[in-house]
Each structure stands twice: as C-alpha cells, then as structure tokens.
C-alpha cells in the first residue's frame, strides 16, 4: 500500500500545497492584472469583513447546522438499510435498481421541484442534503457489509450469536471502514450540496453570499467566499479523518478516494 | 448467476420503481395534490416523448452533451496523465500529492463564480467546472491502479528485453486499465451531476437552464422533463461505458 | 453408487480416559450427502452417502485431495450447511445450526479485527454469560497456554500467521466446546510455524481430551495427529478407508519421524489417495 514517511516535510506538505496554490493565484491575478480577478492577498484582505458582518456569519453558520442535520438524518437511515442490503440478496435486488436510477440525478436540481411543494424553509434544504448524503453511505455500507468474511460470521454463530447480534456485533463492527469511507463522501457531498442548493434557491447561506457579491460587483467578497468555502471543506475533511483514524485505528490502512460529487 | 436467479433480480428490481411511479399516479389521481404541483406520470412522459421530437429541445439536448462530453475528455486526458506520472515518479508524486489532498475536499462549485468572471457564461465556464470536478476521481483512481501493479509483471517485462521507458505504456497503463475505467465511471456520473447543475446556476441554454426557466414560469411538467432527461442520458451513458469497460477487459480475471 | 465400509460399527475412538464410561458416539453422521447448485452448469455433488461414527475423545482426520468435500463434512457437522440428504447427529440430536458446543478454527483465522487478542478470547465466554472479570482471567489463562502471553493488547492486524491461529484456537477453546472442529488450520501457514503449532495442538488436547475432527490434505499431518485418519475420494466424495493409528501417546514428532510403524502409515496412506480408481474399497 502507498505509505507515508512521516518526515517533517511531509507532515508540512499540504501546507506548502496551499501555499503554493496562493503563490500561482497572486502572480496569475497580477499577469492578467483585471478588475474581475483580484489578487489572492486582495481576496484574503477581504476574509475578516464577511466574518465580521454579523449577517453573513448567521448565514454561514445557519448554512453549516442544516448541513449538520441532514446529515446526521441521511447516516442514521442509509447505515442500516446499506448494511441490511448487503447481507440479504433479496434486499439488494430490490433497492438496487431505484438507487441507480436515482444516483445520476443531482439532489440539488431538485431544489426548485422541492421548493415548489415545501416552500422555501429550512426543511426544503434539509431534504435535499438528507438524499445527496444518503447515496453514497448506502453504497459504502452494502459494499462493506458484502465483504464481511464469512467465517468470522459463523464463528459468531458458534459462539452463539442470533442473526440479529451478528448483524449489529459482527457486521457492523467489520464493515466500519467502508462505512466511515462512504461517511467522509457524503460529507463532502453535503457541503456541496448546500452550496450549490443555496446559489440555485436564493435565499441565505453562504452560497447566497457568493452570488450576490458577484451581482453587486464585489469581487474581492467573491473570492473570499470561495476561500472560506474552500477552508470549510478542507477543514470538514481533515477533522472527519482524525475521528476515522481513531474509530477504526485496528483496521488495515485502506486507500480513500475523496470522490467529489456535485 | 445463472438464468434463473438473473431475472428474478430484474423482476424483483422493477417492483420498487413500478411501485414508485404507481404511487406517483395514485397522489395524482386521488387529487392529494393539485396538478400545479405534482402532475401525473402519464402527462410528464408523454411530454418527454414530445419534447425529445421537438427541435429546440434537441439543440439544448445538444449544448449539455457537448459540454459534458468536452469536460469529461479533458478530465479523462488530464487526470490519466497526471495519475500515471504521479505514479511512477516520485519527484511527481511528492508536488502532486499534496496538492490534490488539499483540493479535493473544496466544493469546485465555490469557483463557479471566478470562472463566470474569467470566462464568461457561456461554454467555457461549465466546461472548466465540469472537468475541474471530474478531474479528481479519474486522476485518483489512474494513480491507485497504476501504483498498485504488481512488481513481478514489471519484472518479466524487463526480463523480456523491455526497455525502461516502454514500461509505462506497456505494462503500468494496461494493468492499471481497470482502476481507470472504475475513475472514468464516477467521473462520468459527476460531469452528468456538475454540467446540469452549472446550466441551473447560470445559463441560456442547455437541460439545466429549462428546468429552471420552467420554475420561473411554473410550468411544474417542463421541470420534470429536464430531470428525467438526464439522468436517462446518465444511464444510457453509463451503459455505454460499462459496454466499453466490458470489451476493453475481456482478458482479465473476474475483478 | 457404493455404501461405504462394510464394517458394521464404524467407530472411531481413542481409549477412555479413566474414569469414563467407554466411549460413546459423541457425533454421528448418517448417509450425508452434499449437492451444491452452480452457476449454469451441472449440480455438483460435493459428498456421496457418508456415514460414520465419531467416539467421545477421539482425534478423527479427515483426508483427502482438494475438492473431495471434506471441509464441506465439517461445516455440515458445525451446523453452518445443511446436508442435501441425510442427518448429522451430536449426542443423539440432529445438528440443526451452529453452537458452542461444537467449536470452528478456520484456515483464515476470522479473527474479530476490532478486538484485541483479549477481547476476541473474552468474546464466546462473555456470550455465555460468565462475568467480566472471570472472563478475562480465563481467557488470559488460555493465551498463556497458547504462548501469546504478552500479546494481549495486540490487534490482529499485528499479528503474524501462526500467532492469529492461536489466537483462534483459544477463542474457540474459551467457551468449552465438546467438539473441536478444525478445517486445514496449519494451512495457510509456513512449514516451520506448522510443526511448531502441531506439537501445541497435541499438548493442549492432552489436558482435557476433547473430540476433534480435523480436516487436512497432508497425509504425515493427519497421521502424526490422530487415532484415526479418515480418507475421502476425490469428488463426488465418499469415505474409502478409515485407518486406525496405532502408535502411542504422547507423540514426539523426533521419535515418530524414525519409527518404522509411522513410516509404514504414511505410505500406505499416501498410495491410497494416489489410487486412482473411483471406488478404492480394499477387499
């Protein structure tokens, strides 16, 4: 598997990564030397104001608790009936279907459908988020309760175990991986989601603050956005993998793909 | 599987779907919600099947594909590339690596704003997202399956006078042809997600611009038809690719 | 299609520890056949009328080349298959499902990964009920006596080969089985770590003497471990000869590798499999 020396470097390297980005964004933005791109310093000088603005820092935070919840719903529902389908052909076969079929459309374009019949409010948001993280924890739970050894399953039975403590003691447990996998997914997709939810059905948040900036010119507010975004994200992410790592530290180390959907 | 157990799975698959649709139509007929908001199944697909004869609609048809198809190989090309020399170079690997693990988490669609202002909004801008965003599957999975290849098929093939160089279009690329495609799969289902909802964002055309002009207007049957439409094209597509995966693989074992 | 040995008391048993009763069936097997459905082409008939009688405190092998159905026997007695035809039975009852009272150590160890050593020891006792602490000195007991004493924090991951099968035997030893059902346990391991865990075994089953059945390819395996080697066809599988082993106990693997009794089992065994010939029945 692809290790990691821990040298010093590397621990700094997703630092000097960022860095690095910045350095190209200053000297590309000075290159082309156009009000429409302002320079990676100008964007960070912005940071502090939006953060300030009470107004903006209620959206960003409101934008974060809706993502919170629909996420925290999608997890508690797609756990189990990923993990039901994995151990019961019957179950696949028939959720299977309705998951593909589902699985290329973008929850967020079914912002304006779900807005036409439950208004604007936070429930809207909160369903939309709920079935774009449902998906991929679903996916990830079948996949790693399909490869739960079948042994260990009847050493349980041995011991004495019902189907249903299997389940929850032995299945669970081994599939953890895939599912805190399928988990990190999801929560990239909810933050994509609700960004992309929020620019579609202009309301609040911070997807909101980023198009009207771009309507009232203010570039310099646009791509601070993206920046606090971008560390929203980045942040998520690595504080997702430190509790991984400490939920599942028995595990063989396993390759992640971060996949981003939209 | 053999026969037998292959069409029960199909028989048992169509149920939830036929029993989703037939839902559809009961909430629709038994008048729990007004034709404004959910209009019944049988008026949305017969207006599907209008729409896809129509030729405006076909020309938005058109604008979608295209800039999902242009993204997508820009994804492809790029991300192939880059995985590949990340691979099997070290030096590669160590600017790559970080750089990707920092970019990967960040939704691409918080740039959709620079790159209105940088290119415009038309083609270019949904082209430069839908790639930017499919980029990281295939890039990550070209990586995985190219740096998972087994020593020993490198060995024979420098054993049987292989020079260096040629290793890594006839040995690594091949083996890791597999990982590739799985990278393509994803990559393609984000491009179909990433184009339709940059042409609901900001558009003048394209299946994402129609749903959204048809909100405005409340034209709930036009809203659907946009919706249906892509993910049809999604599957057809990724029939498609599954075909392709399928005859490009017919000499490996059974993955 | 032959009924196997003709020989009407089909028993396998070692002598009774004194004090006990002389051996009863612990495990019968009663014209089991196997028939597994596969993808398209024919069925396929893994196991063909096997009957035999396994006395209390036996060590039973179970011999045969690849595909002769013998680890498919053992999941039948462990309760985890269920025999297309015919009836196992443990103490009389039939075997309808799996239980402690007939215990697995599989090839792939199936160690519980989440646990350490301790907490996978501790896990069958603990289903039974026993409380925490007992569990725990118990099961540091038995990692002792599988030589893992200091490993009791470790994960499995850490672990190499030889010590996770120690690890799985304890385990299945922590809650008292009657029955030890070992499907090619030394398998997947080097030749070394093999004799090394052979020898173990054989200590550790000398304490208690329970009833073993114990299925491997290697026919010096089988007969340096049991009082009887049971072997088996190629597929469709069927019972071909039962030989009894008569050397003594306790075995010392540096003794038996010279004695000429040893030598001979072996080699008569090993022509046996080479026959060719479906039904091998010697007259």
Known sequence: MITERTTIVSRLAPLLACLGLLGIWQIGALFLNTDSFPSALDAIRAIPS????????????????????????????????????????????????????????????????????????????????????????????????????????????????????????????????????????????????????????????????????????????????????????????????????????????????????? | MNARALTTDILLGIVPIALLIALWQAIASFGYAPVSLLPPPGLVFARLAEQLLNGTFQREIAATLFRLFAGFSIAVVLGVAIGLAAAVNPAINAVVRPIVRVLAPVPKVALYPALLLLLGFGHGSKITLVAADALFPILLATYYGASMVEQKLIWSAMAAGTPRRQILFKVVLPAAVPSILTGCRIGLVISCIVVFLAEMITSTEGLGHLLVAAARTFQTVDMFVPLITISLLGLILNGLLQGLRTYLLRGFPEV | ??????????????????????????????????????????????????????????????????????????????????????VAKMKGKAITGPGPDRGPVFQEFALFPWKTVLGNVMYGPRQQGVKREEAEAQSHRLIEMVGLKGFENFYPKELSGGMKQRVALARTLAYHPAVLLMDEPFGALDAHTRTRLQNDLLNIWERDRKTVLFVTHSVDEAVFLSDKVVVMTRAPGRIKEIVDIDLPRPRRRAELLLDPRYQKYVVDIERMIDDTSEDGLRP
């Not at chain 1, 509790?243 to 180390?253: A, C, I, N, Q």
């Open chain 3, 1 to 86: 299609m032959k009924v196997v040995p003709s020989r009407p008391e089909v028993q396998a048993e070692s002598a009774p520890k004194s004090g006990r009763e002389p051996a009863a069936a612990m495990i019968e097997i009663n014209r089991v056949s196997q028939v597994f459905r596969t993808s398209g082409r024919q069925d396929h008939l893994a196991l063909s009328e096997i009957s035999l009688t396994i006395g209390d405190g036996a060590f039973v092998s179970i011999l045969g080349p690849s595909g002769c159905g013998k680890s498919t026997l053992l999941y039948i007695v462990g309760g985890f298959v269920n025999p297309t035809q015919g």
């Open chain 1, 50 to 262: 939006i953060l300030g603005d009470k107004e903006s820092l209620i959206n960003i935070l409101a934008s974060l608790r809706r993502m919170a919840v629909g996420f925290s719903l999608a997890v508690a529902v797609a756990i189990p009936l990923g993990l039901m389908m994995g151990r019961s052909r019957a179950v696949a076969s028939f959720f299977n279907p309705l998951l593909m079929v589902t699985y290329p459309v973008p929850k967020a374009a079914l912002m304006p459908i779900i807005m036409l019949w439950l208004g604007v409010g936070e429930l809207a948001k909160i369903l939309v988020i709920f079935l774009g993280v449902s998906l991929p924890v679903i996916y990830h739970s079948f996949q790693g309760a399909k490869a739960v050894e079948e042994k260990m399953l009847w050493s349980g039975a041995a011991m004495g175990l019902s189907a249903a403590q299997r389940m929850i003691r032995i299945v669970l447990p081994a599939a953890l991986p895939e599912i805190l996998t399928g988990c990190r997914t999801g929560l990239v997709l909810a933050l994509i989601t609700m960004i992309t939810s929020e620019m579609i059905a202009r309301q609040s948040g911070a997807g909101n603050i980023l198009f009207n900036a771009l309507d009232m010119g203010q570039y310099d507010t646009v791509f601070a956005m993206i920046i606090i975004v971008g560390a929203m994200g980045i942040g998520l992410d690595a504080a997702f993998e430190k509790l991984r790592g400490r939920l599942v530290k028995w595990s063989e180390p396993q390759f992640d793909m971060p996949l981003s959907f939209s």
